[in-house]
């Protein structure tokens, strides 16, 4: 997967992109198991090409985020770490 946006929720301290095992780590410790919401969600096969995949996984975040009714999830972009966005 090469997508330069994820998923993350507003307590999460870690950069998903470059600290995947601590950002993991911490949203299964206060139980938010965001990554296991986002792989239900998302509409994919193993016929898909490596772009659609990506629009798969991008679809399916924008559609958690809009749905985020406890205002937990928020999009995070790779650069935002350039911008000190995290």
């Known amino acids: 997967m090469k997508n330069d946006m994820l998923i993350t ?3 999460n301290p870690f950069d998903p992109f470059v ?4 950002w ?5 410790d206060m139980k938010h198991y965001t990554w ?7 509409k994919t096969s193993d016929d898909l090409s490596d772009a659609d ?12 985020v809009s749905f985020n009714i ?9 650069n935002d770490v350039d ?4």
């Open 19 to 22: 600290q995947w095992d601590e």
């Open 9 to 11: 929720t507003i307590d």
């Open 70 to 78: 406890n205002g937990l999830y928020r999009k995070v972009y790779r």
């Open 53 to 64: 995949y990506d629009q798969a996984v991008d679809n399916a975040i924008n559609e958690m």
């Open 36 to 42: 296991n919401l986002l792989a239900r969600i998302v």
């Open 24 to 28: 993991k780590r911490f949203d299964e």
């Open 83 to 86: 911008r000190g966005g995290i």
